[in-house]
């Protein structure tokens, strides 16, 4: 995923879950380190972890991208936009968005399946169960095996 993907996944999920459009910029930078993504309040951009997309996949940078977006809407409205805010316990919890900037460790230690890919060995690390007849390693599009339940 380059971050041409990554702005139009981010627009739609503003247009999904928030029924508004996302007029700033998203895009990975990939020096970030302890969380999955930040909102920069004076250019209004996101940016996102590109770890937890390699590791996590899609469902991830879903959960990373409804978080900053919260941050983005209630700070462009003016409304308490930081974690202890009021506003933004409303709001996570109405797109069903974790109410922190997830850190790697704690989606690891959600995730209760893995899969390794049977080209690369490139392992995923899912909260769900996934078609492995659908879903493909996303570095070399070979096929995925279900390795171990973690819990
Ligand atoms: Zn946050
Ligand atoms: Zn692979």
Redesign the pocket.
Known sequence: MNNAALQALTESIACDYFNRSFEHRAYFNRYLRTTGG??LLESHDIEVNPKQYEKFGEEALVDIIK??LC?YFLHLDKKGYQ?RDKDFKILSKHVDAPR??APLESYESRANYVYQCTKCATEYLRIRRVNTLRLRCGKCGGKLMDVIDNK
Do not use: A, M, S, T
């Open positions: 930040r909102y978080h900053e941050h974690h922190f900037c």
